[in-house]
């Protein structure tokens, strides 16, 4: 019923007419007249190089099953809504580490299924997992168990997103029809600003009645109104940043995608067609810097421990998601022709920690201001003085306070800095591929002397920080280094293995006692994510700036 009310004259109509939607179609036109015509003379150029070489979106559903068939379930007509309801439920568990009850995360997880029915089925980019009736069947559960006001009007939010998503792809067809796109744009008001497109945005991405359904229940209402609304996000920027990283980890691994796809609905393609290769260029240590900004804000708003959680929890969701190919992405472009390879290859030894260290944010809600030029810039040694050396100690002081959460001794807090430094220094210096993949021990020993040193995390059951410290250790290996060329280890481990294995073992964590159970995710999201983020060989960071770096050298041959 409520899919039949999505596409209903009256909603649809409804939905055309927002202001939402004017902005979906400004957005739409401005980016189909300035980032796609990428052909000079008959040759490929900027991003449409780096797509040429990209492996493709949609589809993931058939190793998904193949997996879940081994491990979860007998009968495969029971497996496709196992895999739909836990594409939510999963990142709910990675974000909202405070949550108690691993059964309201999969309820909110399966209610959420309404939304993944409008947005995938019949897309390009489909995970070819069934029609609206596979979606249906994992979105019943919670829908009927779900109760309350705030689920309620959830539920009617799913049904606006929804529309929304329907008149934001009629609005694109329409682009077509423009002759003189700067003078509609003109006449229009102008370009998106980034406040009004991270609002579409939203409801694009179906966050509001994600943030909802969560922010209602008892570990988080008490930073919301009656309705689920986290109050901080409008009083402090830090926090507002960081509750939109999960907008903004999804902007970097599409970016490519999107592009191909023609999907006009993402802020770094947005700002990347505005601004050019400058409003993007460093995009993904800003958003890493976000998180680390929102523990350290001293401001009287509560829910800077909580956003920064949820920041890290989408950090690593989105890197490892199969649906989103990060590692797919960057083997195959570190193994493509010289000028993809070197745009997304690795800063050489001595160059990878200083940008990360010194890249600060100015102050605000959004990372671009009005005209799309980036609110982040490089101070102290990153800025013009090659010889100074890298900022081991402050990237170290970022990696514990991710990692901790309160009550920390001082001789725990030295021991996981002496570990942080050690690795850090190692990333900074080795080379050969052989040699980062052999940190993975370091991280690990790190991940260990946090849980060690956490006031409730010491009495752990060593099954399960056995088995966590296992998998810090085949991210690192897998996904943040990744396979060498013409190794079998990419055969070895599939994404869909180590996505699954990573869900299964967050879950298992929720069987723990409260104070055990948040402190072994906090420890655990903080160390990958600093793997992932302050290591100096960040996934995000590759994919950002290579294509802000294919862009630029794009913009080079239209002026010469």
């Not at 579409?200 to 009656?226: G, K």
């Amino acid at each position: 019923m409520a899919i039949d009310t999505v596409f209903c004259q009256e909603v649809s109509s409804s939905a055309e007419m927002s202001p939402l939607a004017a902005a979906a179609l400004i957005t739409a036109a401005s980016m189909r007249a300035s980032l796609w015509p990428e052909r000079m003379n008959g040759t490929e150029r900027g991003l449409a190089v780096v797509a040429a070489t990209a492996p493709k979106k949609g589809g993931e559903a058939y190793e998904l099953i193949k997996e879940y068939l081994r491990y979860h379930a007998e009968q495969k007509d029971s497996v496709v809504p196992m895999i739909l309801r836990d594409f939510y439920a999963s990142i709910y568990a990675w974000q909202f580490i405070r949550s108690t009850d691993g059964h309201i995360l999969d309820l909110c997880g399966s209610a959420l299924c309404l939304t993944t029915a409008i947005d995938y089925v019949g897309a390009v980019d489909a995970p070819d997992d069934g029609g609206y009736d596979a979606y249906i069947a994992a979105a019943s559960e919670g829908i009927a168990c779900l109760t309350g006001e705030a689920a309620t009007q959830a539920l009617r939010d799913m049904v606006t997103a929804d529309a929304f998503m329907v008149a934001k792809d009629a609005m694109a067809a329409k682009c077509g029809e423009i002759i003189d796109t700067e003078k509609f744009i003109r006449v229009g008001g102008g370009r998106v600003t980034p406040n009004e497109f991270l609002l579409a945005r939203w409801w694009d991405a179906a966050m509001v009645p994600y943030h909802r359904l969560i922010m209602s229940t008892i570990h988080y209402n008490h930073l919301t109104d009656d309705l689920g609304t986290f109050k901080s996000a409008d009083k402090c920027g830090k926090i507002k940043r960081a509750v939109d990283s999960i907008i903004r980890y999804d902007e970097i691994v599409d970016a490519i995608s999107d592009y191909i796809n023609k999907e006009c609905f993402n802020e770094f393609l947005v700002a990347l067609s505005v601004g050019g290769s400058k409003a993007i260029h460093g995009y993904a240590n800003a958003v890493g810097r976000v998180t680390d900004d929102a523990l350290e804000c001293d401001c009287d708003a509560s829910g800077h421990e909580e956003a920064a959680e949820l920041a890290m929890g989408a950090c690593l969701w989105y890197l490892l998601a199969p649906r989103y190919m990060a590692r797919r992405q960057l083997h195959s472009y570190t193994g493509a022709e010289d000028m993809v390879r070197n745009a997304y290859a690795w800063p050489a030894p001595g160059a990878r920690l200083r940008t990360i260290a010194d890249t600060c944010l100015q102050p605000g809600n959004t990372l671009h201001a009005t005209d799309w030029q980036p609110l982040w810039g490089v101070t102290g040694s990153s800025a013009g003085n090659t010889g100074q050396p890298p900022s081991v100690h402050r990237l170290a002081r970022r990696i514990i306070r991710r990692s901790f959460i309160k009550d920390v001794g001082q001789e725990a807090l030295h021991r996981s800095d002496t570990a942080a430094r050690s690795v850090l220094e190692d990333c900074e210096t080795l080379d050969a591929h052989s040699d980062l993949s052999l940190l993975s021990e370091k991280w690990c020993h790190l991940f260990e002397t946090v849980v060690a040193g956490s006031p409730a995390g010491g009495d752990v059951p060593y099954p399960t920080t056995r088995e966590l410290r296992t998998l810090v250790g085949r991210i690192w290996r897998h996904t943040v280094v990744g396979p060498d060329h013409g190794s079998t280890e990419a055969a070895e481990v599939t994404d869909e293995r180590l996505f699954i294995d990573v869900d299964r073992a967050v879950r298992q964590t929720y069987l723990l006692r409260p104070a055990q159970g948040i402190a072994v995710r906090r420890a655990f999201f903080g160390v990958t994510t600093s793997a992932v983020e302050l290591s100096g060989l960040g996934p995000y960071a590759r994919l950002g700036d290579g294509a802000a770096h294919m862009h630029s050298l794009a913009d080079v041959t239209l002026q010469s």
